[in-house]
């Protein structure tokens, strides 16, 4: 498979995908909260939409896990995994800049391909597996910085939050005691990429989906990243918590998010 053709459509898909999201953006204030998730979902199916059909136009057998229709199986052993609009409460509350269009691409279940695109500040994350990763077409690589109390940590609260809310605090507080502070962004795919170009030095979360995760843990990985488990155990897409850090402070953050500590 010619990756790097498949970074092209993958990269015109995401393009395509964030024209709709902005579209809808101006549309969004000075309307009734019902008439605002009705225009989200628009946004949120529309992207999906025209992302899908730039990728099946060009590999028509190709299979598709998408955030808003599921999974639809192709022919060939190639995956697609597609979130339309990562960061939709923050779409839906006009903070224009932080969201994004995240796609993976799988060979045999192994991502091997990430794309990370964000519409309003035109910042394009991508990574080829062994190759390294780019913003804007160019190299980034994980923060320098050798202990939490000089880091900057960037956390999530899953939509599930409050069945957790007791763990989820205890860590909070762990870190934010610990470090130079903790943001909460609300899209786990640009946390990721924040991670791989050094603008945070580690990211946690709970219960994220496989396609919040997919682009940007091989992005943040590709820039050095190490990313695990609170067990200190490999991450893979299907897990429940993940720890993306510059590797230095990995040690130090496992031991914060003891949620006994």
């Not at 880091?151 to 989820?168: A, C, Q, R």
């Not at 990313?227 to 031991?255: Q, V, Y």
């Amino acid at each position: 498979m010619d990756l790097e053709l498949v970074k092209r459509v993958g990269i015109a898909a995401a393009y395509k995908g964030g024209i709709i999201l902005r579209s809808y953006l101006g549309k969004l204030s000075g309307i009734n909260k019902k008439g605002e998730i009705d225009l989200v979902t628009e946004a949120d199916i529309g992207s999906e939409k025209v992302i899908i059909e730039t990728i099946l136009n060009a590999f028509p057998d190709h299979s598709i896990l998408a955030e808003e229709s599921g999974f639809k199986k192709g022919k060939a052993d190639y995956e697609w995994i597609i979130d339309p609009l990562d960061g939709t409460t923050n779409f839906t509350h006009q903070l224009s800049s932080m969201f994004s269009i995240s796609i993976a691409f799988a060979l045999q279940g192994n991502i091997v391909l990430g794309i990370v695109f964000n519409p309003a500040t035109e910042e394009l994350f991508t990574a080829v597996k062994g190759k390294g990763a780019e913003l804007n077409c160019r190299p980034i690589k994980v923060s320098g910085s050798k202990s939490v109390s000089e880091s900057l940590l960037v956390t999530g609260f899953p939509y599930d939050f409050k069945n957790i809310i007791d763990s989820l605090m205890i860590r909070f507080s762990n870190c934010l005691k610990a470090s130079q502070g903790v943001r909460r962004l609300g899209s786990a795919a640009l946390d990721l990429c924040f991670v791989a170009c050094g603008r945070f030095d580690a990211f946690w979360e709970q219960n994220l989906k496989s396609w919040d995760t997919s682009a940007g843990v091989l992005i943040a990985s590709e820039a050095g990243a190490v990313i695990t488990d609170f067990s200190n155990k490999l991450f893979t897409i299907d897990k429940k918590e993940i720890l993306a850090s510059n590797g230095k402070i990995h040690d130090e953050m496992l031991n914060l998010l003891k949620d006994s500590v």
